[in-house]
């Protein structure tokens, strides 16, 4: 155990500021090496990060519809915990990851914005096993909803911020008082949720409508837009043209990126149906204070 890292994809901060905050309480509490790798922006998933024997690391996604976000899942799923092992298959020993010796420490976390996790942290656990991590501790944490600023507005707060450090001192002692934690059989940490397969959250409207976000896009207020290109170099997906940021030429996943961070408040999304299912999430979970939910077994 020598290196931990904050790994995250985090479109809006939330994510990013929660496994942050455990790492580096970790690493201060173990006196690992500390480092960030942020895989928001698509040239940072141009290749996958891979981890060993020595490492530790925390890995947080924002929750999407109950699950892991599905179009980043294939590079989540490319991110491996151990190097390769004579008679396995690039390191991984079979689906549990059972038997896996020498992967890297993984502690999965999510976010979700006041509503529910459902399935996404089990699903993230699972990703991590099956790529050689052994998964001793997990999280799930509110924080802001992309949508919305009143949906757990202002999460993480301070007080969450010191719950995740707590917790990444609490996972450097137990690793540290009892170093053969993980060296015997490993049993992946139990968190909420369903084995596979995972559900996703089916988002319905007045009268049961479900809707279908899936083409919605961000619009642009061309007055108040100074074209400045930030929304541009933000967007998780690369999907805002840098010329003429108004366009949204690739797929938009309403991670709220380009909403949130334009400097001129001149992007919005106006379709019906997600200002509907907006107004009806914050006015079913807006008024709840959730709490954080930490998972470790000693
Ligand atoms: C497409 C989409 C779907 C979402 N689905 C859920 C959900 O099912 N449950 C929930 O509580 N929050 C949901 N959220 C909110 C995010 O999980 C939450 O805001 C998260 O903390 C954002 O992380 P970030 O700040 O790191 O981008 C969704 C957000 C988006 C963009
Ligand atoms: S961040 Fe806002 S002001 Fe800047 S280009 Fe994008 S929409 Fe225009
Ligand atoms: S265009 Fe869509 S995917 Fe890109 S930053 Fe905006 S909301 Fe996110």
């Known amino acids: 155990m020598k290196r931990v890292f904050a790994l ?27 480092s960030e790798i942020d895989v928001t922006l698509p040239g940072k998933r141009e290749s996958a990060p891979r981890f060993g024997a020595d490492d530790v690391v925390f890995f947080g ?3 999407y519809i109950g699950r892991v976000p599905n179009l ?14 004579a008679g ?46 052994r998964t001793i501790a997990a999280a799930a944490f509110p924080a802001e909803h992309s949508f919305s600023t009143t949906l757990a507005g202002g999460r993480p707060n301070e007080n969450d911020l010191q719950l995740a450090e707590n917790f990444g001192r609490k996972i450097a002692e137990i690793l540290t008082k009892n170093p053969h934690y993980i060296c015997n059989a490993h049993t992946p940490i139990a ?38 290109g930030l929304c541009a170099r933000l967007c998780p997906m690369g999907s805002i043209n840098i010329s003429d940021p108004s366009i949204v030429d690739g797929i938009c996943i309403k991670c709220g990126a380009c909403i949130k961070r334009c ?17 009806l999430l914050e006015a079913e979970f807006g008024n709840i204070v959730r709490k954080a939910e930490l998972f470790y077994t000693i």
Do not use: W
């Open 8 to 34: 995250f994809f985090s479109p809006t901060g939330g994510t990013g500021k929660v496994v942050k905050s455990m790492a580096r309480s970790f690493a201060v509490a173990s006196g690992c090496d500390y």
């Open 61 to 63: 996604v924002p929750v």
């Open 72 to 85: 980043i899942r294939p590079f989540f799923a490319s991110i491996k915990g151990c190097r390769a092992i």
């Open 191 to 228: 968190v909420p949720g369903n084995p596979p397969p995972y559900s996703y959250y089916k988002a319905v409207i007045n009268n049961n409508k479900s809707i279908d976000i899936r083409k919605v896009k961000p619009l642009t207020d061309t007055l108040k837009c100074t074209g400045c």
């Open 263 to 279: 400097p001129k408040g001149a992007k919005s999304i106006t379709d019906p149906d997600y200002l509907e299912h907006k107004r």
């Open 88 to 133: 396995t298959v690039d390191g991984v020993i079979d689906g549990s990851g059972n038997g896996v010796k020498d992967g890297a420490v993984g502690i999965p976390v999510v976010t979700y914005g006041n509503r529910a996790y459902d399935d996404a942290l089990i699903e993230l656990r699972d990703i991590m096993e099956q790529n050689g991590f």
